[in-house]
């Protein structure tokens, strides 16, 4: 649990933090460029119509805000929870991570995730955590997932951590299963990736807290103070 639910910004002791399990990559379908660039694009779409309407006509206080930011990027919950209903689905409008300069932090939710990430042309999604991440094989895939290791930047003096990667490259859909309380990181380089994500336990802290609004970031806690530059998350590990 958060010690605040209304926090934003909530940071989790970097050097102490130990993920209670690992997350699971599952290879869905590489498609066609042409065909990743249409479904890419559509959902995309939804993700930034939703953010002009917030922006023409903004949410009411107190009611359910679906165009909200994360810091991967643009979301817009599609699906909202409900009582006797704890659970989401949102889509995510993923950042440049190039274009903006920064990463977004490794961080952790108090709640189990299921995401797809699906990238188009010219684009990938570096996927991090602190603790190894499984992959399942598919032996149809022509090219298996890259996956290596490097050491997580900015970390405060004195303190050490591996960060383990996998690279989703272009015109693919994966599938990750994340379970409640492992660390996980998201940075895409290109213009064509987002994430269809499930959140079976999103509001069950929500509710109970008596959260002040909605917040889709509600489960969210960070395991870095600040952002690093875009030089340490753009890296594929194999020189691309």
Excluded at 50 to 61: C, D, F, G, I, L
Aim: glycine share 6%; net charge negative; hydrophobic share 35%.
């Amino acid at each position: 649990m958060k010690q605040v639910p209304d926090h934003e910004d909530e940071v989790l002791d970097l050097e102490r933090h130990q993920d209670p399990g690992r997350n699971r990559i599952t290879p869905v379908v590489q498609l066609p460029p042409e065909v990743a660039l249409t479904v890419v694009t559509a959902l995309a779409g939804l993700v930034r119509r939703a953010h002009r309407r917030e922006h023409e006509s903004p949410t009411p206080p107190r009611a359910l805000k679906e165009a909200q930011s994360f810091e991967e990027g643009d979301v817009f919950m599609l699906a909202p929870p409900f009582e006797g209903y704890f659970a989401d689905r949102y889509l995510m409008d993923f950042y440049d991570t190039r274009e903006r300069g920064i990463c977004s932090r490794m961080h952790l939710h108090t709640g189990l995730r299921f995401v797809r990430m699906m990238t188009g042309p010219d684009t990938t999604i570096r996927v991090s955590s602190l603790s190894p991440l499984t992959v399942r094989s598919r032996p149809d895939w022509t090219t298996p997932l890259h996956a290596f290791v490097d050491r997580l930047p900015d970390t405060p003096e004195g303190v050490h951590r591996e960060r383990y990667n996998v690279v989703v490259p272009p015109n693919c859909w994966v599938d990750m299963q994340i379970p409640r309380g492992v660390s996980h990181q998201f940075n895409a380089v290109g213009p064509h990736a987002v994430i269809d994500s499930v959140h079976p336990e999103e509001s069950i802290e929500t509710l109970r807290e008596g959260m002040s609004g909605y917040r889709m970031m509600a489960q969210t806690i960070f395991l870095a103070e600040h952002r690093s530059s875009a030089a340490t998350c753009e890296d594929t590990g194999d020189g691309g």
